[in-house]
């Protein structure tokens, strides 16, 4: 039996990794590919208080609509009279959202909290992130608690800038907690 | 928050807190460390620690401390986005076998066991036993709670189960506890244990043990699905000595996970086996997970009237085990049931009882709270096996055949 | 036809053997196997928030967080002592080290300008 060193043992596994192809992804589970308005996207979130476990459930997450520029102002300004008006080089977006919950195992009575800081965030086709909105969304708005059977859906808004004509919206399961909940998932914000 | 915020924690974590933070998004995170451990050190020996240096980066814990929340922000630290990491071949090779082995050895892919290669003719047999689709995703698996999360196909599970050496009529019931979540290799400090109870027709039928031995090495199905989970929680959940599992001692039931079947042949009239118990139909089959740290037997005698099972429980319950979390796991011979059975008609009745009995002046706190009862073993000893468990969740077995 | 069978059975034998033995590769020939690793997430980039310019006047939370908590008092009395011109509270965090305690989050980031966490044993 021939024995090579770690390190050319990791030379040649890297070589090895770098030929294979990994498997297609569907849509909306990286910033390359997000998913455009009206895909459902579908993953997994783990959701309950209890230190040691945390339960499983599906969860499909549909961008329904966005609206951008003039008519989200009017639509922002329709919600709250004393909302403030974006800086001349930015805009705001406004996402129409839809989540569903279903349990994947028993007992399945956890809820997933919505609308936590930071949770739906607007990024930039470069890959920065904006900042949150400083206004209150329209209603119905996108926040409380959703449990297994349930469905919800509701507006987010976003501030960006002006010239940036494709950016992206993250829904990031673990924002607001202490604890990582699911994958990322990805939206064409336009 | 959005507020300036300095960590401070205990040199032992360094490794843990590199990880953390780099897979939270803050791989800039300003860490202070002091010697390890506080707990127990009486106040003058920790004030000495502080008023040192940090252990790890040889600076003034106190100035450091300071800087860390006054120091303006370099670009690195004010850097949004995100990051992508590499990505995840689905083969691995060529190699020659040895050196395969001796990879996933050293990496920590196995629990120290020689495995079996899973080849892509050996995965491709283990998918015969499910319909599923190889490029399903399962679920998503992490070592605790606050560490990431790593996604799981049908195929990445079937090759965790070659590894341990499952056959394909053994597949669906580790895809059922694959997709539950549940690690086996929970990261605390005080090294947990787990359970996995299988119910229903299946366990039958893939030929479970839950007579003579059934806790012990003497059955093909309960070895390599209780082992399958330790290696998918390895593999599938991120589990990683020193960084994401830190388990002081470690804990000997994490080879098996203390795997085996209910004996519901053998259970008293009225009594429902356990998946029964917890809502699901008699015909279904499902997996069921459990947490908790140990098992402590009591063999002979002693169990076979009320009183003296109570004498025994409290005993356990004296010695501490379990850290008095209140919880229970009670495992029952068939003779033992049998004879609470005369006094008890359901197991609910028997498990109220006892929790009642504990809950008298003088009780021991701590146990009691939760109490699941479970029938196994081969009438060969009147005796219990109580472990200090509590139960996770279930998940059905059949949507995986 | 016995009795040839009969001389050849050690042959027979072993090459039912190693048609029966599943792991049995010659050991310089090359195989792949499937990868049993998981996918793992992205990572976002959480900023930093801003620091401040200095912590005179100032109101600093020191959270201890379950096991570090005989930490916690003699950083206070000790930072107090050598830095009186900042006012150091003293919090705990409820539960564990996994639960989330968004009242004392709240409360930190309405009464104070900074803050120091003690994790670990």
């Known amino acids: ?190 | ?401 | 036809m016995t009795r040839r069978f009969g001389r050849a059975a050690p042959g027979w034998l072993l090459i039912a053997i190693m048609l029966q033995a599943p792991s049995a590769f010659p050991q310089e020939q090359k195989i792949s196997i499937v990868n049993p690793r998981g996918e793992l997430p992205a990572i976002r980039l959480v900023p930093m928030a801003p620091r401040l310019d200095t912590l005179e006047g100032k109101t600093v939370y020191l959270i201890a967080v379950s096991f570090a908590v005989p930490l916690m008092p003699e950083l206070q009395k000790l930072l107090s002592e050598r830095y009186p011109r900042t006012t150091w509270v003293l919090k705990e965090k409820a539960g564990s080290y996994f639960d989330d305690d968004p009242k004392l989050w709240a409360e930190a980031k309405e009464k104070s300008n900074a803050v120091i966490m003690g994790v670990g044993h």
Not at chain 1, 16 to 27: K, L, T
Not at chain 2, 48 to 70: C, F, H, M, R
Not at chain 2, 146 to 158: K, Q, R
Not at chain 2, 375 to 399: K, M, Q
């Open chain 2, 1 to 401: 928050m959005g507020l300036p915020t300095a960590p401070i924690s205990t040199q032992r974590f360094l490794e843990v807190a590199k990880t953390i933070t780099f897979k939270k998004g803050m791989p800039r995170q300003r860490m202070t460390y002091v010697p390890h451990p506080v707990s127990g050190r009486p106040p003058e020996v920790v004030r000495k620690y502080l008023e040192g240096n940090d252990p790890v980066s040889g600076k003034p814990i106190l100035e450091e401390l300071l800087a860390a929340l006054t120091r303006p922000l370099d670009d690195e630290e004010k850097k949004t986005g995100f990051v992508t990491r590499p990505p995840r071949p689905r083969l691995i090779g060529p190699h020659t076998p040895a050196n395969l082995e001796r990879m996933m050895v050293e990496n920590g892919w196995t629990d120290g066991l020689p495995v079996v290669l899973p080849t892509e003719a050996r995965v491709a047999a283990m998918l015969k036993g499910t319909r599923r689709a190889p490029g399903e995703i399962v679920g998503l698996m992490r070592p605790s709670p606050p560490h990431e999360g790593w996604e799981y196909t049908v195929e990445m599970v079937a090759a965790n189960a070659v590894m341990a050496g499952a056959r394909p009529e053994h597949l669906p019931v580790i895809l059922a506890l694959a997709s539950t979540g549940v690690t086996s290799l929970f990261s605390s400090t005080t090294s947990f244990a787990r359970m996995v109870l299988v119910s229903g027709p299946i366990a039958r039928e893939i030929k479970m043990n839950s007579g003579i031995g059934a806790l012990g090495p003497f059955n093909e199905a309960n070895a390599v699905i209780g082992r399958a989970w330790t290696l998918m929680s390895k593999n599938l959940g991120g589990s990683i000595a020193g960084e994401t599992y830190m388990g002081s001692q470690g804990n000997n039931l994490n080879y098996n996970n203390v795997c085996f079947a209910e004996n519901e042949a053998a259970l008293p009239a009225g009594w429902k086996p356990f998946h029964v118990q917890k809502g699901f139909k008699p015909e279904e089959s499902v997996v069921s997970t459990f947490t908790g740290w140990s098992l402590i037997n009591h063999a002979g005698a002693a169990a076979r009237n009320k009183e003296e099972f109570k004498r025994v429980i409290a005993g356990l319950s004296a010695s501490g085990m379990g850290m008095g979390v209140g919880q229970a796991v009670i495992l029952l011979d068939p003779i033992v049931a049998r004879d609470l059975g005369e006094s008890f008609d359901t197991k609910e009745k028997f498990g109220a009882w006892l929790i009642q009995s504990l809950a008298a002046p003088g009780r021991v706190p701590g146990m009691g709270a939760a109490m699941e009862i479970i029938v196994v073993g081969g009438e060969a000893n009147p005796c219990l096996t109580i472990g200090d468990f509590s139960y996770i969740s279930s998940a059905r077995v059949d949507p995986w055949r």
């Open chain 1, 1 to 190: 039996m021939t024995k090579i060193s770690i390190a050319s043992f990791s030379l040649a596994w890297c070589l090895s990794v770098a030929a294979a192809v990994p498997a297609a992804r569907a849509q909306g589970m990286s910033p390359s590919d997000p998913a455009p308005v009206g895909t459902t996207v579908s993953s997994e979130i783990h959701c309950g208080s209890n230190p040691v476990s945390l339960e499983p459930y599906d969860v499909k997450v549909t961008l329904l609509q966005v609206v951008r520029g003039r008519q989200a102002w009017e639509m922002l300004q329709a919600a709250d009279a004393a909302a403030r008006p974006a800086d001349p080089d930015s805009e705001y977006i406004l996402a129409r959202m839809r989540f569903e919950l279903r349990a994947k195992i028993a007992p399945g009575n956890k809820s997933f909290e919505l609308g936590s800081p930071m949770q739906l965030v607007a990024m930039s086709a470069d890959g920065r992130e904006y900042a949150a909105a400083p206004v209150t969304a329209p209603q119905p708005a996108l926040r409380g608690p959703l449990r297994a059977g349930e469905s919800r859906e509701g507006w987010v808004a976003f501030l960006v800038e002006k010239r940036d004509r494709h950016p992206l919206l993250a829904f990031d399961p673990a924002s607001g907690g202490a604890t990582l909940r699911g994958k990322i998932l990805w939206f064409q914000l336009y």
